[in-house]
């Protein structure tokens, strides 16, 4: 069974710091993607990691994969309050195509002026 | 990039009517779509596979009798609550799979939800 484990499940941070969401995943995979939720809305899309090694940056946000490590890291640089939202990663098991996703259980973000 | 349309956005009924919750994709084939449920403040939960022409997959707990899902076409799955109650309110979102397109194949695009509220 693939279990997915972020951290921290919280944050509350300063404008115009640095931090980074963990997530962890269990079995192989070389699927990840990264979710924004706003309260009451749906999924936004940030990220999709398809390889070991990837890396992509949008705006103040950049997510890396280590499929070795089971690993993947969503970096907040210089945050900024419009940030504050909850994120969620989720794995796709290794040779998805009849799979959904397991997400973690999302870290609730807040930025504070 | 892919769209994928969920109809309703909310739902409001009353214990013992059933709702339907409609997925499209929009601009795209998708053989496979999931539907997931999420409690407030929780994660999202995968109830079922989804697959066009075929019966969907039901994860362990999740009662194939009370959410009727039905794929009949490339582009649409329907979740049919049915008898819903109380505590069947919950935030429903779908999701579906790209089947072609060689940048795209295989991702997962996701609804933009239904707030189902049973009183």
Redesign the interface.
């Known amino acids: 069974e693939l279990k997915v484990e972020q951290n921290p499940l919280f944050l509350s941070m300063q404008e115009g710091k640095n931090y980074t969401i963990y997530c962890n995943y269990s079995t192989t995979s070389d699927r990840l993607y990264w979710y924004r939720q706003d309260p009451g809305k749906s999924l936004e899309s940030l990220f999709v990691l398809l390889s070991n090694g990837a890396v992509k940056q949008e705006g103040r946000l950049m997510a890396s994969l280590d499929t070795k490590a089971r690993l993947s890291t969503l970096h907040i640089t210089a945050a900024v309050h419009d940030l504050s939202a909850t994120y969620f990663c989720a794995v796709e098991p290794w040779g998805g195509g009849a799979d959904g996703l397991t997400f973690g259980k999302g870290t609730h973000l807040i930025i504070q002026p | ?1 892919a769209v994928v349309s ?1 109809h309703p956005s909310r739902v409001i009924c009353k214990s013992g009517t059933s709702v339907k919750i409609e997925c499209r994709s929009l601009d795209f084939q998708a053989t ?1 779509m ?1 539907w ?1 449920r999420q409690f407030p403040k ?5 109830m079922a ?1 989804s ?1 066009e022409g075929s019966k969907a997959t039901y994860e362990q707990g999740v009662e194939k009798d009370k959410f009727l899902i039905n794929h009949a076409s490339l582009t649409l799955s329907t979740l049919t609550v049915t008898s819903a109650h109380p505590e069947d309110s919950s935030f429903y ?1 779908c ?1 579906a ?1 790209d089947s072609g397109g060689r940048l795209t194949k ?8 239904t ?1 189902l509220s049973v009183l």
Do not use: D, H, V
């Open positions: 990039g969920q496979t999931f997931y929780k994660s999202l939960m995968l596979t697959n979102i999701s799979r295989n991702i997962q695009y996701f609804g933009a939800g707030r």
